[in-house]
């Protein structure tokens, strides 16, 4: 099984988009890891696996589910795992991540990532289908937690300690995504700060930065994780209070709307990789490479 | 649905996904705290979300559609289109598979007769691009492997070929408006068939004659050659079958040949 040291610890990546590939390819950026949406690839051929072949030739790759619905009540989609089994062993990525969330249920395909009650039940359902997808793709994955936008009455275990249980039961890692705590911290009114304290730093072996808009609804004022802007102060405030904690970890920039030119992405990975080497004591990016 | 669920989890997953789809209240379905406008504002997110992605996911599928009922309309029919049937499948690439049925019994649509082929046309693209690799026999190899016997030849079809027949005329429509071409589109009368390809990098769509759309058809059935051009006349009483050869041949379709031999003993 790979282990997290598969990527140096101060990686930095982005979220490849099409309109990127060209430019990302020819190199000339400091990005160290690309990210791709596994469903994005499940065709059989063409364009997106030549250029995703390009890739995999040059850099290491994360590939990350976002429809297997693990946290759904309903039993996992077997073909759907192939699908995926059969992606990660195309392109034998450093990182394979899914989410704590449901998709589908009843046989609707909702395709959305919505947050499932954090109960003993859930926990147990959750942890069996995260070991099949690990004995299915023989290897670990990253968990990762989700937006919120609602707050379930019956929820009686903290988000964080409900991650680290799964991660205890069947030896997963946590894709750590600061930009969802900040939002959902915001929507449901928890202390976002006492969140990223209680995450079992050693297991987390990707963190996720994105940026977020801030709605209304009438008068209330809600922020949705769209992936549509850059990473806001509040939450790069608590990326650095994380990683003074559990020292630097591979980081990924998402931005999945409203996609600007690649030069802004690779800005926005350098001021994560500038954070990790602040904390590191290791100066400039630069003098750390 | 397990077995063994608690009405804890039944409320949440069976009420959230209730509310998103049918736009009831949250409330009563499944146990949410915080204020009326909170819990109103919190399931408006998830339902903008679930809609919002559906409509990229045909709006990329279906750009040539979407240009010609216009980017509103589009919205409308997407919403429209969520509603007549929710989606049931993880492989969001294929959410877009029902959408010509569905256009060509839409009310709003009846005036554009056109836009269900138009919508199979661009399906039939998008499973070109997506298919698997495969080499093309050129031409040459193609006629030199025929040989003498050449009407018990049977073909093995590049998996990205896929064919569409219409009353209209699709493929000129979905050409002028796939390269957003201004100028006003003066359309003739008859049909068109299409051959839509990837024998190399990218998808090749072209117009082909119905002789030819009738031979591509046959050998992709598993026909052999003999029984492609009898399917070829049926549909093309006048047509010149070596020229319908020389097209199969020159389209890309084919990535091998073989002799049905039990055939030709037969002979």
């Given at each position: 099984m790979r282990s997290r040291f598969d990527l140096p610890t101060l990686a930095v990546g982005v979220g490849l988009k099409a309109q990127h590939y060209k430019e990302a390819l020819a190199?000339?950026?400091?990005?160290d890891f690309f990210e791709v949406h596994a469903e994005n690839f499940m065709g059989e051929g063409g364009p997106p696996h030549r250029w995703l072949h390009g890739f995999a030739a040059q850099y290491p790759l994360s590939i990350h589910g976002v429809c297997l619905s693990v946290g759904g009540r309903d039993d996992l989609d077997l073909d759907h795992l192939d699908r995926l089994a059969l992606l990660v062993e195309r392109y034998q990525p450093a990182l394979v991540s899914e989410h704590l969330a449901w998709s589908s249920d009843g046989g609707v395909f909702l395709n959305d990532l919505l947050p499932p009650p954090l109960i003993e039940e859930t926990l147990e359902r959750v942890s069996s289908h995260v070991d099949q997808v690990q004995s299915r793709l023989g290897r670990r994955i990253l968990i990762e937690n989700p937006s919120q936008y609602l707050n379930f009455a019956c929820n009686d275990i903290p988000e964080a300690e409900f991650l680290n249980e799964v991660v205890r039961r069947t030896g997963c890692g946590l894709l750590f995504d600061i930009n969802n705590v900040f939002v959902s911290a915001s929507n449901i009114g928890f202390e976002a700060e006492a969140y990223v304290d209680a995450i079992d730093a050693s297991v987390v072996a990707e963190i996720h930065l994105a940026g977020h808009a801030i709605d209304h609804y009438e008068n209330i004022v809600i922020r949705v994780d769209n992936h549509g802007d850059r990473v806001c102060p509040e939450v790069l405030t608590l990326y650095e209070r994380f990683i003074r904690r559990a020292g630097p970890r591979p980081t990924l920039v998402e931005w999945d709307t409203d996609i600007p030119d690649f030069g802004t992405l690779i800005a926005e990975a350098a001021i994560a990789k500038a954070v990790m080497c602040k904390v590191a004591n290791l100066g400039t990016p630069d003098a750390a490479a | 649905m397990p077995l063994h669920e608690s009405e804890a989890s039944q409320r949440v997953y069976g009420g959230l996904s209730r509310a998103i789809l049918a736009?009831?209240?949250v409330g009563p379905l499944a146990p949410v705290t915080g204020s009326e406008a909170q819990i109103a504002a919190g399931l408006a997110v998830y339902r903008n979300n679930v809609r919002a992605a559906y409509l990229r996911v045909l709006a990329d599928a279906f750009p040539v559609v979407q240009r010609l009922v216009g980017e509103e309309f589009f919205r409308y029919l997407a919403h429209e289109y969520f509603h007549a049937q929710p989606p049931r499948s993880?492989?969001?690439?294929?959410?877009?598979?029902?959408l010509p049925d569905f256009l060509g019994r839409f009310?709003?649509?009846?005036?554009?007769?056109y836009l269900a082929d138009v919508a199979r046309l661009e399906i039939a693209w998008l499973g070109a691009y997506h298919a698997a690799e495969d080499q093309s026999l050129s031409g040459e190899k193609i006629f030199a492997a025929l040989g003498?016997?050449?009407?018990c030849a049977r073909f093995a079809v590049h998996p990205s070929m896929r064919l569409i027949s219409s009353s209209f005329p699709v493929h000129t429509i979905w050409l002028h408006n796939r390269n957003e071409d201004p100028a006003p589109l003066r359309l003739g009368v008859a049909g068109e068939r299409v051959l839509l390809i990837r024998p190399a990098r990218k998808v090749e769509a072209s117009a082909i004659s119905h002789g030819l759309h009738a031979a591509l058809q046959a050998i992709s059935d598993g026909a052999h050659l003999g029984e492609a051009m009898d399917r070829v006349l049926e549909s093309e009483p006048n047509a010149d079958l070596s020229d319908i050869i020389s097209g199969i041949a020159t389209s890309g379709a084919v990535t091998a040949v073989s002799t049905d031999t039990e055939l030709m003993e037969g002979l």
């Open positions: 190199g000339k950026h400091d990005i | 736009l009831v209240p993880p492989i969001v690439a294929r959410y877009g598979d029902a009310e709003p649509v009846a005036h554009l007769p003498e016997n050449q009407d």
